[in-house]
């Protein structure tokens, strides 16, 4: 068992519309840029068509929201693969899918930009890890902070609460040690066993990482393009 990812540049590549459903279509027309959108849900379409089989137009994707029951937002799943999880995180330049029948995943994408901001430790982390980010050199603090958020993202995706749980209750691994969850400090239920990996993206102004519900040790393959 092991978990797949796919990880790309965002690319404006009409073909890829294709592969989108109508209601995706529809989100992708509602955005002043809709391209990064467009790569990641085709990204998960291919993904999940070559691990499966089925033509990536026909799989059909529901979602589930954790906190309040709905399916009108929240974690998406495939419809008909009980057994199958998938998660997708992009931004602006990189979009990354995961599938995986080990457990719920979660996958999780950041620019370092979007780790540089005042406040990142108060908003972001518990004690202990602003204590190891304060050991980190001037020019490698975006890349570790991105880090630390990938992985806490990624477990708040896979636990399907997203950003519901205050990340800082969240307590990740220090940056160059290997990714884990430390601690779950948060009032909501905890998850469990929890696996965590760093996904290399083979870019210098990106971090990812990506967690999955279960006690068996991540082996993760990782697709570019
Ligand atoms: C999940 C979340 C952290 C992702 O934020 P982000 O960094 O902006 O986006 P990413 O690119 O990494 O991931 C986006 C994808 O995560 C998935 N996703 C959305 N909610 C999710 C959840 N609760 N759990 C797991 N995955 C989720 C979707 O596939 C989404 O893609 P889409 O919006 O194009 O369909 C954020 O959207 C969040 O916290 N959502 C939960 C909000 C919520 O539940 N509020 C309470 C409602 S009752």
């Given amino acids: 068992m092991s978990v797949v990812i796919r990880a790309t540049e965002v690319v404006d590549d009409p073909r890829l519309l294709d592969l989108l459903d109508a209601a995706e279509r529809e ?9 990064p959108f467009i790569t990641a849900h085709a990204l998960l379409r291919r993904l999940v068509s070559d691990e499966t089989g089925v033509d990536p137009r026909s799989i059909a994707f529901e979602k589930r929201c954790a906190t309040c029951g709905t399916d009108r937002h929240g974690k998406p799943h495939v419809v008909g693969m009980r057994d199958v999880h998938v998660s ?10 995961a599938i995986t029948t080990m457990g719920e995943v979660g996958v999780d994408v950041e620019d370092l930009e979007s780790a540089d901001f005042d406040g990142f430790n108060s908003v972001t982390l518990d004690p202990s890890e602003a204590a190891h980010l304060a050991r980190v050199d001037a020019d490698g603090l975006l890349a570790a ?11 708040l995706k896979a636990t399907g609460h997203g950003l519901v749980v205050d990340p800082s209750q969240v307590v990740v691994s220090a940056p160059d040690a290997p990714a884990a969850l430390v601690e779950w400090k948060a009032m909501q239920h905890p998850p469990g066993p929890t696996q965590v990996a760093d996904v290399d993206v083979d870019r210098a102004d990106h971090r990812a990482a990506v967690a999955v519900l279960t006690s068996h040790p991540l082996k993760v393959r990782l697709h570019q393009g």
Avoid: C
């Fill in 88 to 97: 997708v995180s992009y931004g602006q330049h990189v979009a990354v899918a």
């Fill in 27 to 35: 989100r992708a027309d509602r955005r002043s840029d809709p391209t």
């Fill in 145 to 155: 902070r991105a880090l630390t958020w990938a992985r806490k993202e990624a477990i």
